[in-house]
């Protein structure tokens, strides 16, 4: 028997409402509006995945917090492993675009890095 998901796309502003269906070891997406949306579909049911974003605090800077963000997409599953490790930083100024600030978040083998440059305050 085929089991199906709905989904809402979100590779792009469009967000079409996708069906994916798993039949067996073949999976159809329908609903797509392009290319992206089908690989979108096939992967969120087969090994999803996502950018995680936040902030963490800066001592000597001239704001408050840096915007931080996973060098790359983690399993969907370790989200909130790779925030506990995130909360657990301080950084001092001065910060700089792509400096690591979490070296292999939560064992995914993916670095947190700094989304912003901070200057001295």
């Not at 994916?20 to 992206?36: A, K, L, S």
């Not at 915007?67 to 909360?87: C, L, N, R, W, Y």
Request: contains cysteine.
């Amino acid at each position: 028997m085929a089991e199906k998901k709905e989904l809402t796309c979100i590779n792009c502003p469009l967000g079409c409402a996708l069906t994916v269906t798993i039949d067996q070891n073949e999976i159809t997406v329908t609903g797509n509006t392009c290319p992206r949306g089908e690989a979108y579909g096939k992967k969120e049911v087969t090994d999803p995945t996502r950018i995680v974003t936040s902030t963490v605090p800066v001592d000597g800077g001239d704001i408050a917090r840096v915007p931080v963000k996973t060098a790359s997409d983690i399993p969907k599953g370790k989200i909130f492993a790779v925030m506990e490790s995130i909360h657990a930083v301080r950084v001092q100024a001065p910060v700089h675009i792509g400096d690591v600030v979490v070296k292999d978040a939560a064992g995914t083998g993916v670095d947190v890095v700094a989304a912003r440059d901070v200057s001295v305050a």
